[in-house]
């Protein structure tokens, strides 16, 4: 076989394999993307705001004090939330974030302490994890957060606006509610997705033991998002 034949061959099997990919995010892309909606700013936002942790029972999450969850099947969290810490486990890892103080970080493998660049590494990579797997267990809670900005659209929707610090970064969601005000949907504009308006369910809600509401599950568009095994404590 001739090296120009098996240029040719490479060639047609990474147009084989990458065609229909670009095809379909490409089909994705002009279905789905939205430019981020405009709203209005002040009390009818935040009255709406209310309602939503009203209806959600914000003091009972306020109270708990301890809540352990699976995501995905992949990574598990026992986040105590009065000390501001949190273990986070996966394969063979086990890392302790300090949510108020990252020098108290520590990394461990198969129960051993685990410093320099693993160590490093291992807690970016948990610190990552905890932040984008904790926003689909409790993010409608953190709406008057500092440096978050909310807005009315349509009348019944509120668009939530999260500003980095030390960053021109925004990443913003549209909370979709029912009548009560519990959501049942989010529209999302972030750094981390590559098409904008992107909607996943927020609908399979469950009462945990002490009171607080979490979602168990989100139906995207490529898939599902199972959280599971959660317990909360006082």
Same mark, same amino acid.
């Given at each position: ?10 060639? =047609? @099997? @990474?147009?084989?394999? #990458?065609?229909?990919? /670009? ?8 279905? +789905? !993307? *939205?430019?981020?909606?405009? =709203? ?8 709406? $705001? ?5 209806? /959600?029972?914000?003091? $009972? ?18 986040w105590n939330k009065t000390d501001y810490n949190c273990d986070v486990l996966w394969k063979d890892y086990k890392v302790n974030i300090n949510l108020t ?6 990394a461990y493998v198969h129960g051993f302490v685990v410093e320099g660049e693993v160590g490093a590494g291992l807690i970016k990579k948990a610190v990552k ?8 267990? @409790? $993010? ?8 978050? *900005? ?5 009348? !019944?929707? /509120?668009?939530? #606006?999260?500003?980095?610090? !030390? ?5 913003? +969601?549209?909370?979709? /509610? ?11 504009? #972030? ?6 308006? %992107? *909607? ?11 009171? $607080?509401? %979490?979602? #168990?599950?989100h139906k995207f568009i490529f898939g599902n998002l199972g959280i599971d095994n959660i317990k909360t404590k006082l």
């Open positions: 076989m001739t090296f120009k034949k098996i240029i040719k061959i490479s060639i =047609g @099997v @990474v147009i084989f394999f #990458t065609l229909p990919s /670009l095809l379909f995010f490409g089909f994705v892309y002009f279905k +789905y !993307n *939205e430019d981020l909606p405009s =709203g209005m700013q002040g009390d009818q936002a935040d009255s709406l $705001a209310y309602k939503m942790l009203n209806a /959600l029972d914000h003091q $009972a999450f306020k109270n708990t004090d301890y809540i352990e969850w699976t995501f995905k099947r992949r990574r598990h969290y026992k103080d990252p020098s108290l970080n520590k994890y905890f932040e984008n797997d904790s926003f689909w267990l @409790v $993010a409608p809670y953190n709406v008057f957060d500092e440096g978050v *900005e909310r807005r009315l659209v349509n009348g !019944n929707d /509120l668009l939530v #606006t999260y500003n980095e610090s !030390n960053s021109s970064k925004q990443n913003s +969601y549209l909370w979709k /509610l029912d009548k009560e005000g519990k959501p049942n949907a989010v529209k999302m504009w #972030t750094s981390l997705l590559p098409i904008d308006g %992107l *909607e996943a369910s927020w609908t399979d809600w469950i009462v945990t033991e002490t009171g $607080a509401q %979490l979602p #168990t599950n």
